[in-house]
């Protein structure tokens, strides 16, 4: 704060300066004039020379002077205004717009998509604690170089065994190799820079339910920007999905998750559902197992200008995750209560060993989040449950309720009709 005051002290060091004479002292005292001096509209009478003339003391040189002092003067101002505003990173400026103008449809496009996520945190969190009957903890963490997160978890509860909704803010760099790395996706990033900074934010759920006749689901939308150094977007891309893993297939439940999906996508592009259901299907597989994590949903990443513009992506990735609720709810709401016997939990907590290994050695969300310094590992790994177990050898019976789900994970399945033109 005392850096925006130094320029007026300096102004005030002047005051040192003592006139040499007589005349200099009279030429800076403002002259006083009586409106009867001199006739209106008239210019004033030259003053004869003589006795009581005033001179004016080297006024080329108080010219220079002035000129030499303003100028200083402007640029130390525009010097201090500028290192004030280097001392403060692009997080903290930030913050001071949402606390000055808060967030609009013309903001950048980083504090929409924030002030999105959690407020569809916020949502999501209330309709579960609505279902489950208890409380989520609720956690909220900062950054060191800007940023944070909220960590919404319900565990042990009626419901769910364990539920997480989590929102993670971030401010950092890129190094050259990262850069590199990206742009085999994104041309526009600058390769000859060794560094950039970026902003990522994502909304990111897994619950996992008591009962194993419920499903498992997940759902993530995600946010990436670079910057430049006065904050402005260069290059950009949206991407999230979600996916429903099962235990227990219930056809109907498959068929209803799908086409809220579709239902979603189609509001943007027709295309769009059976390209990224293709892509749900190839991305979440362990791949060293042969099988699916689940009977899919969708799947998109790096969407950028090529795809369509900030705009319309943006709208399309908020359809995606407000589409979650009416997906999911009547599914749970059907299976929750349902009975279920000790061989059935077995198998719930055998395909839950699958989900964490999908989690730990394919996901690139996991990988990205444990691969940053002072990663938050708790929040990353809340997608895991409490319980699963891994069996020797272990095979389903040939015919069985479990073989059957087996065999869609290993031929993924077309649960709606994908027709674009339909």
């Given at each position: 704060?005392?850096?925006?005051?130094?320029?007026?002290?300096?102004?005030?060091?002047?005051?040192?300066?003592?006139?040499?004479?007589?005349?200099?002292?009279?030429?800076?005292?403002?002259?006083?004039?009586?409106?009867?001096?001199?006739?209106?509209?008239?210019?004033?009478?030259p003053?004869?020379?003589?006795?009581?003339?005033?001179?004016?003391?080297?006024p080329?040189?108080?010219?220079?002077?002035?000129?030499?002092?303003?100028?200083?003067?402007?640029?130390?101002?525009?010097?201090?205004e500028?290192?004030?505003?280097?001392?403060t990173?692009?997080?903290?400026?930030?913050?001071?717009?949402?606390?000055?103008?808060?967030?609009?449809?013309?903001?950048?496009?980083?504090l929409?998509?924030?002030?999105?996520?959690?407020?569809?945190?916020?949502?999501?969190?209330?309709a579960?604690?609505?279902?489950?009957?208890?409380?989520?903890r609720?956690?909220?963490?900062?950054?060191?170089?800007?940023?944070?997160?909220?960590?919404?978890?319900?565990?042990?509860?009626?419901?769910?065994?364990?539920?997480?909704?989590?929102?993670?803010?971030?401010?950092?760099t890129?190094p050259?190799?990262?850069?590199?790395?990206?742009?085999?996706?994104?041309?526009?990033?600058?390769?000859?820079?060794?560094?950039?900074?970026?902003?990522?934010?994502?909304?990111?759920?897994?619950?996992?339910?008591?009962?194993?006749?419920?499903?498992?689901v997940?759902?993530?939308?995600?946010?990436?920007?670079?910057m430049?150094?006065?904050?402005?977007a260069?290059?950009?891309?949206?991407?999230?999905?979600?996916?429903?893993?099962?235990?227990?297939?219930?056809?109907?439940?498959?068929?209803?998750?799908?086409?809220?999906?579709?239902?979603?996508?189609?509001?943007?592009?027709k295309?769009?559902y059976?390209?990224?259901?293709?892509?749900?299907?190839?991305?979440?597989?362990?791949?060293?197992?042969?099988?699916?994590?689940?009977?899919?949903?969708?799947?998109?990443?790096?969407?950028?200008?090529?795809?369509?513009?900030?705009?319309?992506?943006?709208?399309?990735?908020?359809?995606?995750?407000?589409?979650f609720?009416?997906?999911?709810?009547?599914?749970?709401?059907?299976?929750?209560?349902?009975?279920?016997?000790?061989?059935?939990?077995?198998?719930?907590?055998?395909?839950?060993?699958?989900?964490?290994?999908?989690?730990?050695?394919?996901?690139?969300?996991?990988?990205?989040?444990?691969?940053?310094?002072?990663?938050?590992?708790?929040?990353i790994?809340?997608s895991?449950?409490?319980?699963?177990s891994?069996?020797?050898?272990?095979?389903?019976?040939k015919?069985?309720?479990?073989?059957?789900?087996?065999?869609?994970?290993?031929?993924p399945?077309?649960?709606?009709?994908?027709?674009?033109?339909?």
């Amino acid at each position: 704060m005392s850096s925006l005051f130094r320029p007026s002290l300096r102004l005030a060091q002047f005051q040192k300066i003592r006139p040499r004479s007589k005349y200099i002292s009279q030429s800076l005292r403002p002259q006083r004039r009586h409106i009867g001096d001199q006739p209106s509209g008239k210019p004033p009478r030259p003053e004869s020379r003589g006795a009581g003339r005033t001179t004016v003391w080297a006024p080329k040189t108080r010219l220079a002077v002035g000129v030499v002092f303003i100028t200083v003067l402007i640029y130390n101002m525009r010097t201090q205004e500028a290192s004030a505003m280097d001392g403060t990173t692009q997080s903290e400026r930030d913050g001071l717009t949402k606390r000055e103008n808060g967030v609009t449809e013309t903001s950048p496009m980083r504090l929409q998509m924030e002030d999105f996520i959690k407020s569809q945190q916020k949502e999501i969190v209330a309709a579960l604690e609505k279902v489950d009957g208890k409380k989520f903890r609720i956690d909220e963490w900062t950054r060191d170089n800007g940023g944070g997160g909220i960590s919404c978890v319900l565990q042990e509860g009626n419901v769910f065994e364990k539920a997480g909704v989590n929102v993670s803010i971030v401010y950092g760099t890129l190094p050259r190799p990262a850069i590199q790395q990206m742009r085999v996706n994104h041309k526009a990033l600058d390769s000859t820079v060794d560094s950039l900074d970026y902003f990522a934010a994502g909304l990111s759920m897994v619950l996992h339910p008591v009962n194993p006749m419920a499903p498992t689901v997940h759902m993530n939308v995600r946010y990436f920007e670079t910057m430049d150094e006065n904050g402005v977007a260069n290059t950009w891309w949206f991407g999230g999905g979600t996916d429903l893993t099962p235990n227990y297939l219930f056809d109907e439940d498959a068929i209803h998750f799908h086409k809220t999906l579709k239902e979603a996508c189609d509001q943007h592009d027709k295309t769009y559902y059976p390209r990224f259901k293709e892509w749900c299907d190839k991305y979440f597989v362990n791949t060293h197992r042969g099988e699916s994590r689940g009977i899919g949903g969708i799947f998109f990443d790096d969407l950028d200008e090529v795809e369509k513009d900030k705009e319309n992506t943006f709208a399309f990735t908020k359809s995606v995750a407000t589409s979650f609720l009416p997906s999911y709810i009547p599914i749970i709401e059907k299976r929750k209560d349902m009975p279920y016997t000790e061989k059935e939990q077995e198998w719930q907590r055998i395909r839950r060993g699958r989900y964490v290994e999908f989690n730990l050695l394919h996901d690139r969300g996991t990988s990205f989040g444990l691969s940053k310094a002072n990663a938050r590992v708790e929040s990353i790994l809340m997608s895991l449950p409490v319980t699963a177990s891994w069996k020797y050898m272990f095979e389903p019976e040939k015919g069985s309720r479990e073989q059957r789900l087996v065999d869609i994970l290993r031929e993924p399945k077309e649960w709606v009709s994908s027709n674009v033109y339909s």
